[in-house]
């Protein structure tokens, strides 16, 4: 493995607050360190809006530029031009074992296969199309505007083309008698049309006022008890399933807030108004989990990674055009 390359591993196997920290402290700091600003431009992930992470970069003179929200297949080098050729070269390295019958990838293979794969993944030309096509070097926006395509459903589509469409069906079925616009509504709910039903309702109230109870009529009455019994249940089972989904938007809603809200409609967070906010924020969530009884113990990983973060390095690191974090168990 190259001797320059350096690798942080989770339990869970992604990244992690603590891994967030420590590659800024000692992967982009030292490669990039120079008197003038820099800009890192970040998404919303929650190890690039730690206090911890934005008091280092604003100690050290680094801007933090935050993306906007489910945005990063338009906005993100990495998202808009490396990881497609990265995924095929690595596709093609992986074929090499998985051709002759192993289900299974080793964790020294992956790491080997990687190897393999990124130097033709992170070319110069491809990194500099990376930030070319996400808008940033040389900065056009319009290269990210005009990939967003704003489109109309089929339904309003149609009712853009023929707004007459929706109206009443009976105008076009007058002359027919109320038995054919019995006829006309099922006996399933998922086949009805509403317009053939409503219709049909109106020449049902004419025969009650009109005091007609004929056979159409009252197999009409007897389709439609039917037809109320089966929306009866589907409106059961539907309220029990808006009852779930909206217990777990709840528990979203919960964690949404806080440094999620906080960071809406931010784009550079690195000020020092944000910051004290992120740390009260990540102390009321902290006391929050205290109090609810759900303190974790630090990993052994993290409480390493917080002992290595005290340390200063000194080693001088090569330049590089970009940087990127991996996580492998």
């Given at each position: 493995m190259n001797s320059d390359w350096g690798w942080?591993?989770?339990t869970k196997g992604w990244t992690?607050?603590?891994?967030?920290?420590?590659?800024?402290?000692?992967?982009?700091?030292?490669?990039?360190?120079?008197?003038?600003?820099?800009?890192?431009?970040?998404?919303?992930?929650?190890?690039?809006?730690?206090?911890?992470?934005?008091?280092?970069?604003?100690?050290?003179?680094?801007?933090?530029?935050?993306?906007?929200?489910?945005?990063?297949?338009?906005?993100?080098?990495?998202?808009?031009?490396?990881?497609?050729?990265?995924?095929?070269r690595m596709s093609e390295e992986l074929d090499k074992i998985l051709r002759y019958g192993f289900s299974n990838i080793k964790k020294f293979e992956w790491a080997n296969c990687y190897r393999n794969a990124r130097p033709s993944a992170m070319e110069p030309f491809n990194i500099c199309s990376a930030w070319s096509g996400a808008g940033l070097i040389p900065f056009n926006?319009?290269?990210?505007?005009?990939?967003?395509?704003?489109?109309?459903?089929?339904?309003?589509?149609?009712?853009?083309?023929?707004?007459?469409?929706?109206?009443?069906?009976?105008?076009?079925?007058?002359?027919?008698?109320?038995?054919?616009?019995?006829?006309?509504?099922?006996?399933?709910?998922?086949?009805?049309?509403?317009?053939?039903?409503?219709?049909?309702?109106?020449?049902?109230?004419?025969?009650?006022?009109?005091?007609?109870?004929?056979?159409p009529t009252k197999q009409f009455i007897l389709k439609s008890s039917a037809l109320n019994l089966q929306y009866e249940t589907r409106h059961t089972v539907r309220e029990k399933h808006f009852a779930g989904m909206n217990e777990i938007n709840n528990k979203r809603r919960i964690m949404a807030a806080g440094k999620r809200v906080l960071l809406k409609d931010q784009t550079v967070i690195t000020t020092e108004g944000i910051y004290e906010q992120l740390k009260a924020c990540e102390k009321a969530t902290e006391k929050r989990r205290c109090a609810n009884g759900r303190t974790k113990r630090k990993s052994g990983l993290q409480v390493a990674l917080n002992s290595a973060n005290d340390v200063q390095s000194n080693e001088e690191v090569q330049d590089v055009i970009m940087l990127d974090e991996i996580v492998v168990m």
């Amino acid at each position: 493995m190259n001797s320059d390359w350096g690798w942080a591993s989770n339990t869970k196997g992604w990244t992690c607050d603590a891994i967030g920290e420590d590659w800024i402290r000692t992967v982009f700091e030292p490669a990039t360190h120079t008197e003038a600003t820099r800009l890192l431009v970040v998404d919303g992930h929650g190890s690039h809006i730690t206090a911890p992470f934005i008091r280092f970069c604003m100690d050290h003179n680094i801007l933090v530029l935050l993306l906007p929200p489910h945005s990063s297949h338009l906005t993100q080098p990495l998202d808009v031009g490396i990881f497609s050729p990265l995924k095929t070269r690595m596709s093609e390295e992986l074929d090499k074992i998985l051709r002759y019958g192993f289900s299974n990838i080793k964790k020294f293979e992956w790491a080997n296969c990687y190897r393999n794969a990124r130097p033709s993944a992170m070319e110069p030309f491809n990194i500099c199309s990376a930030w070319s096509g996400a808008g940033l070097i040389p900065f056009n926006p319009r290269k990210v505007i005009r990939r967003i395509k704003t489109t109309l459903s089929e339904q309003e589509t149609a009712l853009i083309k023929n707004p007459e469409s929706t109206t009443d069906a009976s105008t076009s079925d007058d002359s027919n008698s109320y038995a054919e616009k019995f006829s006309l509504v099922p006996h399933t709910p998922s086949h009805i049309n509403s317009a053939s039903l409503r219709s049909a309702n109106e020449a049902l109230t004419r025969n009650v006022h009109a005091n007609i109870f004929d056979t159409p009529t009252k197999q009409f009455i007897l389709k439609s008890s039917a037809l109320n019994l089966q929306y009866e249940t589907r409106h059961t089972v539907r309220e029990k399933h808006f009852a779930g989904m909206n217990e777990i938007n709840n528990k979203r809603r919960i964690m949404a807030a806080g440094k999620r809200v906080l960071l809406k409609d931010q784009t550079v967070i690195t000020t020092e108004g944000i910051y004290e906010q992120l740390k009260a924020c990540e102390k009321a969530t902290e006391k929050r989990r205290c109090a609810n009884g759900r303190t974790k113990r630090k990993s052994g990983l993290q409480v390493a990674l917080n002992s290595a973060n005290d340390v200063q390095s000194n080693e001088e690191v090569q330049d590089v055009i970009m940087l990127d974090e991996i996580v492998v168990m």
